[in-house]
C-alpha cells in the first residue's frame, strides 16, 4: 500500500506563500517512477476540486484555472517527495488540502483531476488565506 505523508499547510495573509510537501512510501514494491501525483482541495460547503498534478515519470505537470500562474508542483525523486508551491494566495484558497496518487498512471487521470482516478490518498493539511 502507499502511504502520503503531508506537511507544510498553516496560516498566511492574502498576497504570501506557502510550501505543501508530500511524501510517498509504498510497501507492496510499487516505484514512484510512474506514479500520477495529484494535489486537491475542499472548502466547507463545497465539492472536492483538483488543483494539479505531476507525473513522477518525466515531470509533466496540469493545473486547474484559478491556479494557473500561482501555484507550481515539482518533486524530488530521490526522496519519493512531491510539492505544491502556492504564490500570490488569495482567501479564496482556503481549504483543506490533500495528496494523492495513483499508482498506474494515465493522461486522463492527469489531466482531469477526477477523484476517483485515484486510490490513495493523504490525510490533509489546512491552509487557510486571510485578507
Known amino acids: 500500500q502507499v502511504q502520503l505523508v503531508e506537511s507544510g499547510g498553516g496560516s498566511v495573509q492574502a498576497g504570501g506563500s506557502l510550501r505543501l510537501s508530500c511524501a510517498a512510501s509504498?510497501?507492496?514494491?510499487?516505484?514512484?517512477?510512474?506514479?500520477?501525483m495529484g494535489w486537491f482541495r475542499q472548502a466547507p460547503g463545497k465539492e472536492r476540486e483538483g488543483v494539479g498534478s505531476?507525473?513522477?515519470?518525466?515531470?509533466?505537470?496540469y493545473y486547474a484555472g484559478p491556479v494557473k500562474g500561482r501555484f507550481t508542483i515539482s518533486q524530488d525523486s530521490a526522496k519519493n517527495t512531491v510539492y505544491l508551491q502556492m504564490n500570490s494566495l488569495k482567501p479564496e484558497d482556503s481549504a483543506m488540502y490533500y495528496c494523492a496518487a495513483a499508482t498506474s498512471c494515465n493522461w486522463i487521470s492527469l489531466r482531469d483531476l477526477k477523484s476517483s482516478d485515484y486510490g490513495y490518498w493523504g490525510q490533509g493539511t489546512q491552509v487557510t488565506v486571510s485578507s
Open positions: 509504498d510497501s507492496d514494491g510499487y516505484t514512484y517512477s510512474r506514479y500520477c
Open positions: 505531476i507525473y513522477t515519470g518525466n515531470g509533466l505537470t
